[in-house]
């Protein structure tokens, strides 16, 4: 796995005529997004604008999750403490949006390293169970705070009339935020797979005894990397609290955002830096459809393509259409050959 | 080629998408059908009753279709509904009614639920549209200023409200003191408080509020702090799980009321009673609608006549649900026929004006938008079914409740 992961790192160099149609076709899409507002129908852009938010918290599991190894199943932690950093900030103490954004990010990377520290000892198994029961209790916490927080009742951002500290950005607005969000994911995600710190991490991934007598500081790479994740998720919660106006304990820090990162970056490819991207777009467009197409069904015929795509993918759409180009072969039909299913 | 076939994926995904058309067709209609939209929760939590909110709005099609239609000035429409699922959370339905207004969609009938109801109402303000809600209660929802959403349904500050106002007229004796015990979500808070103040107002002491997790299913950490203090009547404002939760303990730890017990909407519901068995009678519930509610409309009839009708269509008795999302869809009829428009504006205009009686009792809006012109039903579980015993009687009160041990 760590070993594939480091060759997907491998991307032309502009210099070759396949690297320069790539910039050319990369500059285009780039381009036409951009421009999308003036062309797409206010509703599309806000599925749009939930694609890129998924897309940029599969990359952000990514980090901790894909290149240091460690799955992570309490990101959605991060997610609602950004929202409710923002939310607090904007109804209780009359913030504007912008520095209530980057204390949420602050608060993203704060909890991340005080919370990495004692669980990111864990491995395997205990540490998926120790991040997930970090996200409950956190949520129980917000639930039994009402007078910061509105409890269950949940809170709601002043974004219309007087009130509105920041003047409400529309579906354009959150289509901008959500965008910018993801290139700066996806240019954290590059830096780090090229970087000596990205390296560590898939040593980390591949053996940690090994990383630590290798001479990395391994504790230190966990946690940086837990942060990177922790960051980005709680920048997304915070713009996404936003666009939600009012939000709920059970929404923000719901374990159904948490499994979806996670199965957008394992169906994209995990430790790669498009897979999450390539994951969480090809589900999330594929949701919507089957929501607007089967009314009733759509839930189980969901489930029942994630289940199928972990079967014949196990290692990610982005590694295995390189596996089927290379070898021309792929690896579920040779296992059903070989063991005559 | 990896990132080149990334990109060209995203590309066309991005180009499939829809584009903006012309527009310029009337709001709402397409050639001669009068298009109205429901995202609704047809999978996920609430799923239950997202799917009876959705016969209610089936009925009212096709009772309106099968008496001719709808009305608007000289000409007259088929009514169509395109219905959408939120998954039972409030994100979905406010992109989904943002869905709805591209379009063309401009008359929304309400999601299930006070939270996807508050979510759709921000985004129905701002595309202009119009909705009216069947199921969002919660009083938070009307009091944000908002100018497109009405609601027909009693709003959620009445729910114990009206069971303190059924006890305080009937009971003998009256109960001099009350504890409340209620889940802490936004609806059940707000129907907490307007419990409390009404208790107040009608002489009653109230001895303690005590809050527990929605959802909950131990709540005897508050029942025992509630035990010592002997109130006559222990109110609860909650759902279903929550309601049964605190009759079963009250049984186990042998709290008997000297009055009764009441709640807010799990009793009325089969499960409540089926669940509970005897430890269920007596108890006091509150319903939007039971068939004795009084009133009639030219479309539905009287409260007996829609349970008849809506029988002979779905084969099932109907629920409250079913009936105030009829109503919603009702009242929307009659403000377009009324306005003699489908320009949303004038459609807002008649709906803040109308002033009618229905199948539901009266609809009229208070200047939030919330119908507070409508009593609610009190009911009371009496050998196994509940009986309406205010504001107008099937049954007798039967007060006060005997201990558990005696049922």
Redesign the interface.
């Known amino acids: 796995m760590a070993e594939s992961a480091a060759r ?1 790192t491998r ?2 160099q502009p210099s070759s005529p ?1 690297g320069w ?2 910039v050319g ?2 500059a ?2 780039f381009a ?2 951009l421009y ?1 507002p003036v ?6 852009l ?3 604008g ?1 694609v890129f938010m998924f897309a940029t918290l599969a990359l952000a599991w990514n980090i901790i999750g894909g290149f240091a190894g460690y799955a992570s199943f309490g990101n959605v932690v991060f997610f609602g403490l950004g929202g409710y950093t923002v939310a607090t900030l904007m109804a209780k103490a009359g913030w504007t949006f912008w520095p209530a954004l980057v204390v949420a990010g602050a608060v993203g990377v704060l909890f991340a390293v005080l919370m990495g520290l004692p669980i990111l000892r864990l491995r395997g198994h205990y540490f998926a169970i120790a991040t997930l029961s970090v996200a409950e209790g956190m949520r ?1 916490i917000v ?2 705070m ?1 007078s910061l927080t509105g ?4 809170i ?1 951002i002043p ?3 007087l009130e509105a500290t920041t003047s ?1 950005p ?2 354009t607005g959150f289509y901008y935020f959500f965008l910018i969000l993801l290139l700066v994911a996806l240019a954290v995600t590059w830096r780090v797979s090229r970087s000596r710190f990205g390296y560590s991490l898939r040593a980390i991934h591949q053996d940690e005894d090994s990383a630590a007598a290798l001479g990395i500081n391994t504790t230190r790479a966990k946690v940086a990397a837990f942060a990177l994740s922790g960051l980005l998720t709680a920048l997304t919660g915070a713009i996404y609290a936003f666009q ?3 939000i ?1 304990p ?2 923000l820090f719901s374990i159904e955002f948490t499994v979806l990162m996670v199965v957008m970056a394992v169906i994209g490819g995990t430790g790669t830096i ?1 897979g999450p ?2 994951g969480a ?2 589900l999330q ?1 594929l949701s919507e459809y089957l ?2 197409n089967y ?2 069904l ?2 189980v015929l969901f489930g029942a393509i994630i289940i199928l795509a972990v079967i014949f993918l196990p290692n990610g759409i ?1 590694e295995s ?2 596996e089927l ?1 290379s070898t021309k072969r792929i690896r579920f039909l040779d296992n059903v050959k070989a063991n005559r299913l | 080629m990896t990132r080149r076939f990334v990109i060209l994926v995203c590309c066309a995904l991005l180009l499939a998408g829809a584009c903006k058309g012309s527009e310029g067709e009337e709001a709402g209609a397409q050639g001669s059908t009068l298009q109205f939209g429901a995202a609704l929760s047809l999978t996920g939590q609430l799923s239950r009753e997202g799917i009876l909110t959705k016969d209610g709005y089936e009925y009212c099609k096709q009772v309106v279709n099968e008496e001719g239609g709808v009305e608007v000035g000289d000409k007259t429409y088929d009514l169509d509904i395109t219905y959408q699922d939120d998954k039972s959370t409030p994100d979905v339905a406010a992109q989904l009614v943002d869905q709805m207004n591209d379009d063309n969609v401009k008359f929304i009938l309400g999601p299930y639920g006070s939270s996807s109801t508050e979510a759709a109402s921000a985004v129905v303000e701002r595309n202009g549209q119009l909705m009216i809600s069947s199921a969002g209660a919660d009083d938070t929802i009307y009091e944000k200023g908002y100018q497109n959403t009405f609601g027909v349904l009693s709003p959620a500050s009445e729910y114990l409200a009206t069971i303190v106002k059924a006890v305080s007229d009937i009971a003998q004796p009256k109960p001099k003191t009350v504890a409340i015990l209620s889940a802490d979500d936004g609806f059940s808070k707000t129907a907490a408080e307007g419990g409390a103040a009404q208790a107040e107002e009608e002489g009653m002491e109230v001895v303690a509020t005590e809050f527990f997790a929605e959802g909950s299913t131990d709540v005897s950490a508050q029942l025992t702090k509630v035990k010592p203090l002997n109130p006559d009547l222990i109110l609860g404002s909650v759902h279903l799980e929550e309601g049964v939760a605190i009759i079963k303990q009250s049984e186990e730890l042998g709290i008997n009321p000297a009055g009764g017990f009441g709640e807010t909407v799990a009793p009325p519901t089969p499960d409540f009673i089926e669940t509970l068995g005897p430890a269920a009678e007596y108890t006091l519930g509150s319903s939007q609608w039971t068939p004795e509610t009084e009133g009639e409309d030219e479309l539905f009839g009287t409260a007996e006549d829609y349970a008849e009708g809506f029988e002979a269509a779905f084969g099932d008795t109907p629920e409250y649900h079913n009936a105030e999302a009829t109503a919603a869809c009702l009242a929307m009829i009659l403000a377009i026929e009324d306005a003699g428009s489908l320009e949303p504006e004038a459609v807002r205009e008649s709906l803040a004006n109308l002033d009618t009686e229905s199948f539901f009792g009266p609809i009229k809006f208070d200047e939030n938008g919330k119908n507070i012109y409508k009593p609610m039903q009190v009911i009371q579980i009496q050998d196994g079914k509940p009986v309406t015993v205010w504001p107008s009687a099937e049954g007798e009160l039967k007060w006060p409740a005997p201990p558990f041990d005696e049922r």
Do not use: D, K, M
């Open positions: 997907s991307i032309p396949a149609i790539l076709l990369g285009a899409g036409y997004l999308a062309l797409l129908l206010e509703s599309f806000r599925t749009l939930g129980e639930v039994n009402p409890g269950g009742a949940g709601t974004a219309v009339g409400y529309g579906n939600q106006v009012t709920y059970n929404r498009f991207v390539v777009v090809g467009f929501r607007q009314l009733e759509h839930t982005v259409a390189r180009r």
